[in-house]
């Protein structure tokens, strides 16, 4: 026989429940006591289900009297929760992570190669002045690399392009293909198939016979540009690189041009920007001048012109070089060519 | 080029500092690498000349002695290990406190007073090595007699050497004339000439040598001068300090002589032995067949005919241009010389010493392109110098052969070309300033108020000037690029090409960049090893290489990014335990292919590569870390060819680079453009990968790029009716290919999407079976379906779905 209820009884249980509910604490606390009490085998439930065993003359009144109790705690458990919402509302795993030092969840970032991104930085500084990209082939003829930018056979000029040679033999026993020296022969090749005007970008990559060494790569990128139409002059060109160099390094660059020789532009010259790391007053980026070469310049030589059917009387053009590496070195402080194409993801997630 | 200050002095007067010059120079053209400071750490009060006045020897030592010094008004007694002292030398002499290299550490050190074996020497009488003068260290320094008692050595010897990095096009700056015309353009200065001038003896050249140009295309001037009895000795001090500034060892007077008027006057001249020239001719010619020559190096070299060698009357005596030959060489005997100034042929020269591997000063000007007046030049001042060093009687008149008389062809230089090329106009008279400033001369001019036309004769030294572009160079490096105006191009901009295969690559880096994968670049050339490794050696395509590779690990061209991608995968292998690896990379590879007559020709092609390993994600606190599969790399694929729009396919692939079951054809407009699949665990063995699953991509650009031409986007309007959710769940035999359960789904007219949102196997499923969960929207542009509707076609659908695949629905036989 289950015990019998009285009112003293549910007294006692009203007090306890008040008594613990206001005590708790958290949510987990707060949950379980309602599970104590309300719950499907809880005690407020369990005596109403005994109410069959009460004189028929109180079942009446204890009914009343438990249902009074079961919507107090109701409320109770409602006030409570209302009351300290922005805490115990919480779970203790979900407190637990309240802590806003946690790290963010990591996620993988995609990066582009350094060379791929300076390679657009700098064909996005050429693109507003009205050119285009195009590329050529890595393995080149003789003819587009050196002769027709009037660099003969047996010519010391060819010294300053040490040159691997494919070992492919044509016809006449010749070797005619070599890894392009540099991005030049597009000039040959772009002219030879268009009318002015020309205003075009050439990316891509470059080969040299040379040693490696903190800052020399057997391959490397360049980025070339020829511009030729009707009387552009030496002072377009310096409009257009100094444009170019004020968004590649900073709008106060100062710009510098100094004689050089190449021997497909002439006049030829060798740009320099001053340096932003020391503000030109010397520093070891610039080698104590206070000026950094960024690139080759020079008003297309006549004889280029000619050897692709443009008129030098009527025509004229401005062509530039300039390497990418060397460009993102000086951009990112990167002290060591080689880290570029060794792929080493330490390096490359970093850009 | 190395130009000593104090000898550019001789010709040039100017004073700026070393430093200002070589700014100067550098931004003319000529580029100063660097600046050698001869004599930097020499104190005007601690390194002074001085005399021997007496040799005591040392009381303990008997190598050692006890020289006294005299010093202006001093003298300091010294102790001394060097033998070559006497009495009466002039020596240089550093004090106490003075900087010097020392012999043991080979380090600059601060001289201190010693006590060597019971003497105290406070000071010491220097070598030219601890001077920092060479690295000789035997025996001490002499200058000569007249050098002045109690001089700073730095006032005396000190001096600035440019380093010049003279560009192909400047032969006339292998030399310090050359060099002195810039710096006269520079400063406004007159280059002094030295002195030309010598007596001759009565005895007429011509009765002696005979001299004939055979191949007058090789060799366009010949002169020779004759000298008898010289007197072949060391060189006096002068002419050995600016020869070994120079960088030029010295031998003899004789030889000395040569090399110091060459890099004078930029001419090369070569002494022979009179006496040793048989039957007293000279042939200039072509080499015959089978001809040689033993060279002054020692070396017996075979002659091809497009060489071209000096000949006495019986063999050859010099590769012309090049280097003397041993049989006529200047020696301690030799009594008579006679000496060569020629022109020679730019492009034969360097041929020759290509084949012969043999590069001396000689050829590197001579392969350069000298003007034949040079010669003339040349031979007067050394054979002046001759008589004045080595003594003898020069032979009346000098040999000089050639074709025809050299004219100086005019340039024409107009206002015109000024403005044409440099976009600016400039004064008449600053043009000609700055041309005659250089040498030029205006042989004729016309000027009418802004504009002239001016013909213009270059100087004799200047063999680079051949068009009016080149005279606007000049006029432009010397008055400064700063003063050319800075514009922009006012024409018309030309039309673009949207398809380039440029913006088709950005594009997919931006797409996988986006989607969390590195990109990387490799180098185009491989090894056969590498090739090997990734099955591709013995495909179809041959592979091709470099005549000269570098090294033997960079000797074929790669004619798949497999190795490269692969390398760089191994390289980075620790990474993924960590945080797994996706890459691309995007490059050429190289192949042959057919030519236009049917033979064999390089040719290249773009292509991407990608490979993706280890976990999906990094390592992150309560993350529940996966490894990445097929599907990942699939989920890659498609999302690509979403967004570049491209329609694609996948069919079973037979790479044999694949685990067999997951590999596929990614197919493009029914055109295989690629492959998908994982890799097998061979191939991560060649390349020490790691052993988890590893999965790879490769499409051809090129391909790809064709078939998305033209290709835009369309919207595709919204569905106004709203559109209602199904559940299917199936079972099916396990070999039965989603894929052509969801084809069959999507034939349906009222389902607008199916996705697979389950796939089951094990407890509940047939051991045989699958389970598949799709999630349908059905919706019609008509009106919204009624469940009725729906109902229908779904039992349709299903019903044909059990016929087709043998399935049945799951909740059926639950």
Known sequence: ?351 | MKIPISWLKKYIAFEQEPQNLADHLTMVGLEVEKIDNVGLNWAKDKVVIGEISSIDVHPNAERLRLPTVLLGGISVKVVCGADNLYVGQKIAFAHEGAELLSNRSKKIEVLKSATIRGVESSGMVCSEFELGLSEYSEGILELPPDAPIGMPLIDYLGDNILDIDVTPNRPDCLSVLGVAHEVAALTGGVVSFPNNNYDESDTSIESRIKVKIEDSEKCSRYMLSLIDNINIAESPKWLQDILIKSDVRPINNIVDITNFVMLEYGQPLHAFDFDKIQGGQIIVRSAKAKEFITTLDNQKRNLEPYMVVICDSESPIALGGIMGGDKCEVDGNTKSIVLESANFNQTFIRKTSSELKLRTEASYRFERGLRPELTQHALFRATSLIKEICGGQVAKGFVDIKLEEFISKNVMLSSNDISRVLGVEIDPLEIESILNSLGFSIENKFVDGKKYRFSVIPPYWRSDISIPEDLVEEVARIRGYENIPTKMISSSIPSGNKYSIFNFKESIRDLLVSIGMNETISYNLTNLNDLDKSGFLDKDIPAFKVLNPMSLEQEYFRNSLRPSIFNTLSNNRLLIEKEGVKIFEIGKVFFASNGEEGNFMPSEKEYLVGVLQGKKNIDSWNTVQEEMDFFDAKGIIEHLFFKLNLDLDFFESIDNMFENELSANIICQNDVVGVLGEVNNQIKKNFDLDPSPLLFFEINLEKLNSLSKDKFKKYIPFNIYPGAYRDISLVVDKNIQVGDINKLILQNKLVSESSLVDLYFGKGIPEDKKSVMFSLVFESGKGTLTSNQIEKSLNQMIKKIERKFGAYLRSSKD
């Not at chain 1, 340096?275 to 020079?298: D, L, P, Q, S, Y």
């Open chain 1, 1 to 351: 026989m289950s015990e019998v209820l009285n009112i003293e009884k549910i007294g006692q249980i009203t007090d306890n429940a008040i008594s613990e509910i206001s005590k708790s604490v958290s949510k987990d606390e707060i949950s379980n006591l309602r599970v104590k009490y309300l719950g499907r085998k809880g005690i407020i439930p369990a005596l109403l289900r005994s109410i069959r065993d009460v004189d028929v003359v109180d079942r009446k009144i204890f009914g009343q009297e438990l249902n009074v109790l079961k919507n107090n705690l109701e409320e109770l458990f409602e006030e409570k929760i209302n009351q300290n919402k922005e805490d115990l509302y919480l779970s203790d795993k979900e407190k637990s992570l309240q802590d806003i030092s946690l790290p963010g969840r990591k996620k993988n970032v995609g990066t582009l190669h350094p060379t791929s991104r300076v390679v657009r930085e700098i064909c996005d500084a050429f693109l507003p002045m009205g050119f285009q990209v195009v590329e050529g082939p890595e393995i080149e003829l003789d003819k587009y690399n050196f002769e027709l930018l009037n660099i003969p056979k047996d010519h010391p000029s060819r010294d300053m392009f040490d040159t691997f040679w494919v070992d492919w033999k044509n016809d006449q026993g010749e070797y005619p293909l070599l890894m392009r020296t540099h991005t030049s022969p597009m000039q040959a090749r772009v002219m030879e198939t268009t009318e002015p005007p020309v205003r075009v970008l050439v990316p891509g990559k470059v080969f040299r016979y040379e040693a490696t060494d903190a800052s020399h790569e057997w391959h490397f990128f360049q980025v070339e540009g020829l511009a030729v139409d009707r009387g552009i002059t030496f002072a377009d060109l310096k409009g257009t690189v100094y444009e170019f160099a004020r968004t590649i390094f900073g709008s106060d660059r100062k710009i510098r041009f100094r004689c050089d020789y190449f021997p497909f532009v002439e006049p030829g010259v060798d740009v320099s920007i001053d340096c932003f790391i020391c503000e030109g007053n010397g520093c070891r980026v610039c080698g104590k001048t206070g000026w950094i070469e960024i690139m080759g310049a020079g008003m297309v030589h006549p004889k280029v012109l000619s050897s692709v059917g443009y008129d030098p009387e009527i025509y004229s053009g401005f062509a530039f070089g300039m390497g990418v590496e060397r460009i993102a070195m000086l951009k990112y402080g990167i002290e060591d060519i080689r880290l570029f194409y060794s792929n080493d993801l330490r390096f490359l997630k970093q850009f």
